[in-house]
């Protein structure tokens, strides 16, 4: 079957066919790095990964670029606010490099634990400030700016096709933004140079032909994936609330200085919520890797859940469903070592390499696809040795490293639960510690109290 994806610009999941051969061109909006990532942001990126690993299953040679945003992303998307850097460095009391350079190193070592494939080229917001100008040049020429006090303004009503991505209405806006506006000629127009304060001397600013300033956040977007990807390309992703300003905005600049789209498939990935709630980084509510790991989870527990949802549906994030989560990663590794030592060997996997190819190319269905992991595995007409084969095939998709499982795991809330019951045992609370060695049996393993200490088996 043969790859679809979902494109926001036509609202219908389409043929993938990249612009040359098998070669695909991939941008993606990477974060703004004034604080750690929290697992929201990390879900976007897990969806890119699933995206780039299906792709590389079907035997694409992604070129992939994930830009750092470090200027110019206010605290309102609307180019008010304060700069998130400026923001970051005043609460931590650093300057904005320093900032800059820590969360930059704590997000690649985040993405690193959740076996994110990293892109091919990282490239900053203030290495390109040159490419960034330059685009304001070429818009200025072809009389897409202004000029307020403020900064330089994209003149959003002198192209035609403003806001087709995320179907804005935009007369609807004009009516209901009549004071908002301030010196701006239409209510979507944006930022693409903002003036230093007068009174003020920012530590992140540059010299331009309009003044001392730095650039709007839309703007590196289209610089650096036209210098690096070309004027057209083949995937643009990020999560869905790109699409109203951001990502409509980086049209916009591509279209006005080209003449092009500058994008032939945008892909977004929903949000994770808690509650009814998005995580979101300026609201209390998130959660980073670190929380995830001082409550006794692994990062991979995390990816796990977010392969069981699929990535154009919310996921509701909440304690429960991420043990649920790492249960059942435990047993898959369990399962595994069972199917790694016992070596029969019966049956074909080719129904089942049909299926699985079937569902991740339908637009990335990955739950589909691991729920048929699972199914694969209870097969008894199959022998483990195929088994073994092919699940460590449907891993270079789900990248939970089932290749480096080591025989003597002993999941760890098997382990959790047998230090429990030592504790109520020493506390000669013999009831409890027999409840907790049923429960530990129920799960498959059984405790034996030896000379040496306890040992857990699983139970045969
Ligand atoms: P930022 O670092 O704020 O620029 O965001 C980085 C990425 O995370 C962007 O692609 C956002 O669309 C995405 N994002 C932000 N909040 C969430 C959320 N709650 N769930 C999923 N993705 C999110
Ligand atoms: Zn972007």
């Known amino acids: 079957m043969v790859l679809k994806l979902y494109n926001t610009l036509t609202r219908k999941k389409e043929n993938f066919k990249p612009l040359k051969d098998k070669k695909v061109g991939l941008y993606t909006c990477g974060p703004t790095v004034y604080n750690y990532a929290h697992i929201g942001n990390l879900r976007t990126y897990l969806f890119e990964d699933f995206l780039k690993r299906v792709l590389q299953y079907n035997k694409y040679q992604?070129?992939?670029?994930?830009n750092i945003t470090d200027v110019g992303h206010l605290t309102s998307?609307?180019?008010?606010?304060e700069d998130k850097l400026e923001k970051g460095a005043k609460r931590e009391n650093k300057s904005v490099w320093e900032i800059a350079e820590f969360y930059t190193k704590e997000f690649k070592k985040d993405i690193r634990k959740l076996n994110i494939?990293?892109?091919?080229l990282w490239c900053k917001a203030t290495d390109h400030i040159k490419e960034q100008v330059n685009l304001i040049k070429k818009l200025e020429k072809k009389g897409f700016t202004y000029q307020t006090p403020d900064g330089v303004y994209f003149n959003t009503s002198k192209l035609k096709n403003y806001g087709k991505l995320a179907k804005l209405k935009i007369k609807d806006l004009k009516a209901g933004a009549r004071t908002a506006v301030r010196d701006k000629k239409n209510p979507t127009d944006?930022?693409?140079?903002?003036?230093?304060?007068?009174d003020k001397k920012r530590s992140m600013e540059w010299e331009s032909p309009w003044g001392v300033g730095f650039p709007?956040?839309?703007l590196e977007c289209s610089a650096m994936s036209m210098k690096y990807l070309g004027e057209t390309f083949d995937i643009h992703c990020g999560g869905i609330d790109h699409i109203p300003v951001h990502h409509t905005n980086e049209i916009a600049q591509s279209v006005g200085a080209t003449g092009k789209q500058p994008v032939k498939y945008w892909v977004h990935g929903e949000f994770l919520t808690l509650g009814k709630e998005r995580m979101g980084k300026s609201e209390s509510n998130f959660i980073t890797i670190s929380t995830?790991?001082?409550?006794?989870f692994y990062p991979l527990d995390y990816r796990y859940l977010s392969l069981t949802t699929h990535y154009r549906k919310k996921l509701s994030f909440d304690w429960d469903n991420l043990k649920s989560a790492r249960n059942a990663l435990e047993k898959l590794k369990a399962r595994i070592i069972e199917i790694k030592n016992s070596k029969t060997s019966k049956g074909s996997t080719k129904e089942y390499e049909k299926k699985f190819l079937d569902y991740i190319n339908d637009d990335l269905?990955?739950?589909?696809?691991?729920?048929l992991t699972w199914k694969m595995l209870k097969d008894s007409k199959l022998g483990s040795k195929q088994k073994y084969k092919l699940i460590l095939k449907f891993d270079e998709i789900l990248g939970l490293d089932l290749d480096k499982i080591k025989e003597s795991s002993i999941p760890s809330e098997i382990k959790k639960l047998a230090q429990e019951r030592e504790k109520y045992r020493k506390q000669k609370n013999y009831a409890k510690a027999d409840e907790i060695r049923n429960?530990?049996?129920?799960?498959?393993?059984?405790l034996e109290d030896t000379k040496q200490g306890i040992k857990i088996k699983k139970n045969s």
């Open 117 to 120: 494939l990293p892109p091919n």
């Open 216 to 218: 709007g956040w839309h």
């Open 190 to 198: 944006f930022a693409l140079w903002k003036f230093s304060p007068k």
């Open 292 to 296: 995830l790991e001082e409550k006794g």
């Open 62 to 66: 992604i070129n992939h670029v994930m």
């Open 77 to 81: 998307d609307s180019d008010t606010g």
């Open 439 to 446: 429960k530990i049996k129920e799960k498959g393993f059984i």
């Open 365 to 371: 269905n990955i739950p589909k696809s691991l729920a």
